[in-house]
């Protein structure tokens, strides 16, 4: 397939280290844009769809989670692949009724709403096991754009090990979006399917909102059009990834997802694209060179694993140097991006204090979280934490406040994992009166 | 010795001779390689269009000021066509037995790999593929010659690349000197001082031969520079940037062009002659007769009223720099630069001496002119620039360092 999206590569970072300096940062934008939506029509694409009918799903959610996954099922473009998977402490494919996936039409849409009109709500959650099945069921189709939606209104009962041996087995099969509703799960649970599964995880606090979710997901899965794309980064040798995060649109460590290609050469997968923007935080380490030497600290590409071909490409750098204006200057993305890393440890670390019950560290921690969310220009998340801790407008003392709704409280759970994007400063180099000096 | 560097003009044969020479960055050879100046001389003598890159028979045949500008570090005029025929591994140039540098792409040759860790190799990015160490290249330091005139450029000690750039050429019987230096804050500095370096070069000489005067003549050279630098850029947030300082030398007078903090100098060889009451020191910046004529890209020379060149008698500085406060231009070259001011300064020299135009990495250690004087006073130009370039070396090697040392001989009585 010759059309594709462009893939473009923007690298921000300060090169200049002091004397004896071995950590480089850089922040590396990367841009999907072009022909996406009309080439993702041509791409083959394959769907699972997964829906929580343990015995907590009963009353109103079941219903609304039936009509949510037929929405779901209207949204498939025809020729696209599909099941539904029925979740308990089983999983259960519920359509097709023969062995493997199905092609979206007329009738088989018709076919699936009918077999989900039969969904009742019964049994325990084994999320892990859902997932394994969602993972054969797409074997089937190895070079689609494989994707599943995972709806729970519950906690896992697998154990740790089950639970993380599942998701390291379907790891770079396919990606998974998943959703919690009601207040009964564990969003700590469903960020560890996204990371794992290169997904999103969110949480629908009205069971109505579950058409339209389901409905978005689809659409966005629909305009997919790169299966898969890899970060292939090369350091030099006796240097390392430190580490490699996605940093927006949501916060996602890759870090341990390196697949080797060569003894200096690792691969992380990023999942599958459409026209999107996406923002990585690279840190490499490097041995410390003289003042005046310059080396490639690390050699980025994005790489399509299935025709080797390679998208795009770009230098992080690293050059020594004995002035300290230049060594000690921070680039503004690198900046902003880990201000957002730390308002999301932050918020975990302050949800988790007001867990165990040490309201000071509570406040401390959510208190920052909210003035940082502030500066940053993180609204919705600033937003989020209103609801958990307000701040005195008279002392700027920060307070927890006394009574909060549990889905609030999940809502910044789940919400703190998206940053904002960072917001250009018009005080930047190219709008100033003078040019730094020459040479 | 080998026909091609046979056109390495030295300073004595160019010296009174038709002044054709253009030369060859000699750091792109080997030191054995380098001509002696006997060898030169008849070649350079035979040439009979003046502007020709010196002995080299293709460039010879097709020689315009175009060809004749090349004479910076980047040089693509140089002959490389007529070696042993073997090929650069990397870019397919073909490459001369002496070189180690291809000409083509600026990389090392010899596949000797990386400086640092031996047979590794090097990508086609100038990298290690092993320990990541950019490695030098031809342009970290580079000699030329033209006529009598010559210019070094080096790296200096504390930056990776040479983001500075020089041209020379003597034809027609004049020498124009170009030095440009890259605005280390702007992206590919090195390639906006280049293309400016080789550009104001080549359309100064087509001015001149078009029948424009000198003054002219620079402001067009200015204005076509930026335009080719302009070009390099985008957007203003992508915007390659470089300084720009011409020196146009001819038999009775001095032409100045600039933009940015890179300078020119006068550097008299008779005494300074005592102060004239009521004006005045020698030493200091000339009164500029500046234009205030805008040569931004797209605008044409403006021609004003000529006030008549500046008398010129012991060592001065011609240029004043473009800065906001001291590191901080207000003018370059660039797509983001706005409207530019091309400052043109004509002089009529009253004795022999020599035009010293230079980077800031030369005078940020050797800012007088009287202190610059002594360098050039009684060494040929290729060593005074030497000594230049090691006396900022010596200094501690900051910045980028390039020097022009263009002598000025006026005519006889």
Redesign the interface.
């Known amino acids: 397939m010759s059309d594709q999206p462009l893939f473009t590569l923007d690298i921000d970072q300060n090169k200049y280290l002091p004397t004896g300096g071995r950590e480089i940062h850089a922040i590396l934008t990367v841009e999907a844009t072009g022909p996406a939506e009309r080439v993702a029509a041509d791409v083959e694409a394959a769907e699972v769809i997964i829906v929580d009918a343990s015995g907590s799903m009963g009353g109103s959610k079941i219903v609304e989670a039936r009509q949510a996954a037929q929405a779901a099922v209207e949204t498939l473009r025809d020729g696209t692949y599909f099941a539904v998977v029925a979740g308990t402490h089983e999983a259960t494919k519920i359509y097709p009724h023969r062995a493997g996936l199905v092609r979206a039409d007329g009738r088989t849409r018709k076919d699936a709403a009918q077999a989900l009109r039969g969904l009742r709500a019964d049994g325990g959650t084994a999320i892990g096991k859902w997932l394994r099945l969602a993972a054969e069921l797409l074997a089937d189709h190895p070079r689609a754009v494989r994707h599943a939606i995972l709806l729970t209104d519950g906690q896992n009962n697998e154990s740790a090990e089950v639970f993380d041996a599942a998701l390291a087995h379907c790891a770079g099969t396919f990606v998974c979006d998943s959703r919690g509703v009601g207040t009964d799960w564990a969003p700590a649970e469903l960020r560890k399917v996204a990371d794992a599964l290169l997904g999103t995880s969110g949480f629908i606090r009205d069971a109505r909102d579950l058409t339209d979710n389901f409905r978005m997901m689809i659409e966005s899965m629909m305009g997919k059009a790169v299966a898969e794309v890899a970060l292939r980064v090369w350091t030099p040798q006796h240097g390392r990834v430190k580490h490699l995060k996605q940093v927006s649109p949501t916060l996602s460590d890759l870090t341990g997802m390196r697949a080797a290609a060569d003894p200096l050469t690792g691969d992380y997968p990023t999942g599958s694209w459409g026209a999107e923007t996406r923002v990585y935080h690279l840190c490499v380490e490097v041995p410390a060179g003289a003042v005046g030497q310059e080396v490639r600290g690390a050699w980025v590409r994005l790489v399509r694993p299935d025709t080797g071909e390679i998208l795009a490409r770009g230098n992080v750098l690293a050059q020594w140097t004995d002035d300290l204006a230049l060594s000690t200057r921070v680039s503004p993305g690198v900046a902003h991006y880990t201000g957002q890393a730390e308002l999301f440890d932050l918020i975990q670390e302050g949800l988790g204090a007001r867990a165990a019950g040490d309201l000071d560290t509570a406040t401390a921690r959510l208190g920052r979280a909210r003035r940082l969310a502030e500066e940053s220009g993180n609204d919705d998340t600033a937003k989020l934490l209103a609801k958990v801790v307000e701040i005195d407008s008279g002392t700027g003392t920060a307070r927890l406040r006394r009574s909060v709704d549990k889905a609030d409280e999940i809502a910044l759970d789940t919400g703190s994992v998206r940053t904002a994007r960072m917001r250009r400063d018009p005080g930047e180099p190219g709008s100033s009166d003078g040019r730094s000096p020459a040479g | 010795m080998t026909a091609p560097d046979d056109a390495v003009a030295t300073p004595e044969a160019g010296v009174g001779e038709p002044d054709d020479a253009v030369t060859l960055p000699v750091a792109a050879r080997r030191p054995a390689a380098t001509p002696e100046a006997g060898e030169s001389t008849p070649d350079t003598g035979d040439v009979p269009d003046a502007g020709d890159t010196a002995g080299t028979p293709e460039a010879g045949d097709t020689a315009d000021a175009a060809d004749a500008a090349d004479a910076s570090g980047a040089s693509d005029a140089s002959g490389v066509e007529a070696g042993a025929g073997e090929a650069c591994p990397r870019c397919g140039s073909s490459v001369h037995p002496g070189e180690f540098f291809c000409e083509g792409c600026g990389q090392p040759l010899d596949g000797a790999g990386c400086v640092r860790?031996g047979p590794a190799p090097v990508d086609p990015?100038g990298?290690?593929e092993?320990?990541?160490?950019?490695q030098p290249s031809e342009s970290d330091h580079a000699e030329t010659e033209a006529g009598g005139a010559a210019g070094v450029s080096d790296r200096g000690?504390?930056?990776?690349?040479n983001?500075?750039a020089m041209a020379l050429v003597a034809a027609d019987g004049v020498t124009i000197g170009v030095v440009c230096?890259?605005?280390?804050?702007?992206p590919r500095?090195e390639t906006a001082s280049s293309a400016a370096a080789r550009t104001g070069a080549t359309v100064l000489l087509e001015a001149l031969r078009s029948g424009a005067d000198p003054v002219t003549a620079t402001r067009t050279a200015l204005a076509g520079a930026a335009t080719a630098v302009a070009a390099l850029g985008s957007s203003?947030?992508d915007?390659p940037?470089?300084?720009y300082v011409s020196a146009l030398v001819g038999t009775d007078r001095v032409t100045i062009g600039w933009a940015?903090?890179?300078r020119a100098y006068w550097l008299g060889a008779a005494p300074t002659p005592p102060p004239v009451p009521g004006t005045d020191s020698d030493t200091g910046p000339m009164p500029v007769p500046d234009s205030d004529s805008d040569t931004g890209p797209m605008l044409s020379p403006v021609s004003g009223s000529d006030p008549g060149p500046v008398p010129l008698r012991g060592p001065a500085l011609l240029t004043e720099d473009d800065?906001?406060?001291p590191?901080?231009?207000?003018a370059?070259l660039g797509v983001?630069a706005g409207r530019i001011t091309a400052h043109v300064g004509e002089f009529a020299p009253e004795g022999p001496g020599v035009v010293l135009v230079c980077?800031?990495?030369l005078w940020g250690y050797l800012e007088e002119a009287a202190d610059l004087a002594p360098f050039t006073a009684r060494d040929t130009p290729l060593e005074a620039a030497r000594a230049l370039v090691r006396h900022a070396l010596a200094a501690g090697g900051r910045?980028?360092v390039t020097v022009l040392v263009i002598p000025f001989h006026p005519p006889p009585v």
């Open positions: 860790c990015e990298y290690c092993l320990c990541g160490l950019r000690l504390r930056h990776s690349r983001e500075d230096d890259g605005v280390s804050s702007s500095p203003v947030d915007a940037a470089c300084t940015g903090d890179s800065v906001v406060s590191g901080l231009l207000s370059w983001d980077s800031d990495g910045d980028n």
